[in-house]
């Protein structure tokens, strides 16, 4: 979980940044952090400080980068600084992903909600505690 905080510094968004990273046979397949698209300006946020609607999830960009490789998600864990939402939750399920690991419950549940009921194990990792110990 380190290791996707890390990556979420990669991040060019403001408000929020994310970080994720999928391992599967404890090797890490692919990773990803929230942004723009390719080829799009490094800037997630409006005049008015809203994301802009085609920015990218941390855990999109990492699943549509394994999906351009030769590795395979089937199976993989999914780490990643922030729950899923829903639509990424879909996206976790249709992969394979049969574990996902996150450090930051966001306010909006129904992400974890739909990986609960697809079977999905879900974990929460208190990364502040595991700092202290």
Not at 6 to 34: P, T
Not at 41 to 69: F, G, M, Q, W
Not at 104 to 121: C, F, N, P, Q, S
Request: a negative charge; glycine letters at 6%.
């Amino acid at each position: 979980m380190q290791m996707a905080r890390i990556w979420a510094e990669n991040s060019y968004c403001e408000r929020r940044k994310v970080g994720a990273l999928l391992v599967k046979d404890k090797m890490i397949i692919s990773d990803g952090y929230n942004g723009t698209p390719s080829g799009f300006e490094n800037v997630c946020e409006d005049d008015n400080n809203k994301t802009k609607p085609y920015v990218l999830h941390a855990e999109a960009n990492a699943i549509t980068k394994v999906a351009r490789s030769n590795n395979s998600s089937e199976g993989a864990t999914l780490y990643v600084t922030a729950s899923p939402c829903i639509e990424c939750a879909k996206l976790i399920i249709q992969s394979g992903i049969k574990r996902v690991v996150y450090s930051e419950l966001y306010h909006i549940t129904d992400g974890i909600d739909l990986l609960k009921r697809a079977g999905v194990e879900i974990e929460f990792l208190d990364i502040d505690k595991e700092d202290t110990k």
